[in-house]
């Protein structure tokens, strides 16, 4: 048995024409080039991402070594003062409903 395929391009046969094959590999290499240059334009976004980190980075004032000692010793010093005051509020209320009874 013979087969026969129509001369038309609209109908399809039993296997793609050598036209359709074009198509589908054009199809396929364009979709890899289209990965490839998606991986690199991630790639590049990434690169200009960390630049501009760097930049802002150099832009930032950093406090000296005596300003951060002397704010750290007021953090904790205020901690620390609150801190007793909650405990003694703590102290004193548990002294004035130990009365109630």
């Given at each position: 048995?013979?087969?026969?395929?129509?001369?038309?391009?609209?109908?399809?046969?039993?296997?793609?024409?050598?036209?359709?094959?074009?198509?589908?590999?054009?199809?396929?290499?364009?979709?890899?080039?289209?990965?490839?240059?998606?991986?690199?334009?991630?790639?590049?976004?990434?690169?200009?991402?960390?630049?501009?980190?760097?930049?802002?980075?150099?832009?930032?004032?950093?406090?000296?070594?005596k300003q951060v000692i002397v704010e750290t010793g007021i953090v904790l010093a205020v901690v620390i003062?609150?801190?007793?005051?909650?405990?003694?509020?703590?102290?004193?209320?548990?002294?004035?409903?130990?009365?109630?009874?």
């Open positions: 048995m013979v087969e026969r395929r129509s001369p038309k391009p609209d109908v399809e046969g039993s296997s793609p024409s050598g036209r359709e094959f074009r198509k589908i590999k054009q199809r396929k290499w364009k979709m890899s080039a289209d990965k490839n240059n998606q991986n690199n334009d991630f790639k590049q976004a990434m690169i200009t991402y960390f630049k501009g980190v760097k930049a802002e980075w150099s832009k930032v004032s950093w406090p000296t070594r003062f609150f801190t007793l005051v909650v405990y003694f509020m703590d102290i004193i209320f548990k002294a004035l409903l130990g009365l109630i009874k």
